[in-house]
């Protein structure tokens, strides 16, 4: 295994603890921790679908535990 490999094995492990410890999360956070688009989760924060923050009215925010439960709202039985 080569520097670079190990670098890129770094950075993934890195992105993915983000998630586990970090609670407010950015756009493009939110869209890879849910495994969408940002133009999907775009279209979810304009329908006001999804709970977001927009401190300054611009940039959004999500809360990490709000979007879990968000995800978890619409359970299918089996």
């Keep these: 295994m080569n520097?670079?490999?190990q670098k890129q094995i770094a950075e993934t492990i890195i992105e993915?603890?983000?998630f586990c410890t970090k609670e407010i999360l950015t756009s493009d956070?939110?869209?890879q921790y849910?495994?969408?688009s940002k133009s999907y989760?775009?279209?979810l924060t304009m329908r006001q679908q999804i709970p977001h923050f927009k401190p300054?009215?611009?940039m959004c925010?999500?809360?990490r535990k709000e979007l879990?439960?968000?995800l978890q709202n619409n359970r299918v039985s089996t």
């Design 29 to 31: 956070e939110a869209a």
């Design 3 to 5: 520097n670079e490999e």
């Design 41 to 43: 989760l775009y279209k």
């Design 34 to 36: 849910m495994g969408i």
């Design 61 to 63: 925010y999500f809360n």
């Design 68 to 70: 879990e439960n968000w």
């Design 16 to 18: 993915n603890t983000i």
């Design 56 to 58: 300054m009215g611009k």
